[in-house]
């Protein structure tokens, strides 16, 4: 996996005012996106469990597909330009790749079993002026603790 920045904020609470406002026009068409993606990110979940990295991606790509159908029966905004214009790097170089995040996020991730491949296309990304910042992934986030 390659974790890509797109260099720009995004606002998690204007995608959600968007989302909530077609769920109130077209409640039936927002249940069938929204039962799509589940299902979706089900079979992802399952196939990342059992371990088998080809169903995995395919799984991945499933789900990257109906997120797309999902932007645009919304109008969310998820995949934007930026994400776009990473995608087309990512698919010309062989490489999944789906934004991140709540909303559409500000990050997006991009998935390979290929690891020249994900090499390339962090070079192709840095020489584009993206930043590919570098994370520690399955390792916990940040806690609150308080003294009592």
């Known amino acids: 996996m390659l974790t890509v920045w797109t260099g720009s904020a995004t606002s998690t609470t204007d995608m959600l005012k968007r989302v909530e406002r077609f769920s109130a026009a077209s409640s039936h068409q927002y249940t069938a996106a929204m039962t799509e993606l589940k299902h979706c990110a089900v079979s992802v979940h399952t196939s990342w469990l059992s371990g088998a990295p080809d169903t995995t991606l395919l799984s991945l790509g499933e789900f990257t597909q109906a997120l797309r159908e999902f932007d645009v029966v919304t109008g969310t905004g998820i995949w934007s330009p930026l994400h776009a214009q990473i995608d087309k790097i990512a698919a010309a170089t062989g490489v ?17 079993q290929d690891e020249a491949r994900l090499k390339s296309l962090s070079t192709q990304l840095e020489t584009t002026g993206f930043s590919v910042p570098e994370f520690l992934m399955g390792v916990p986030g940040m806690a609150i603790e308080s003294q009592s």
Not at 99 to 109: L, V
């Open 96 to 112: 999944l790749y789906k934004p991140s995040g709540a909303g559409g996020g500000d990050f997006g991730i991009a998935f390979s």
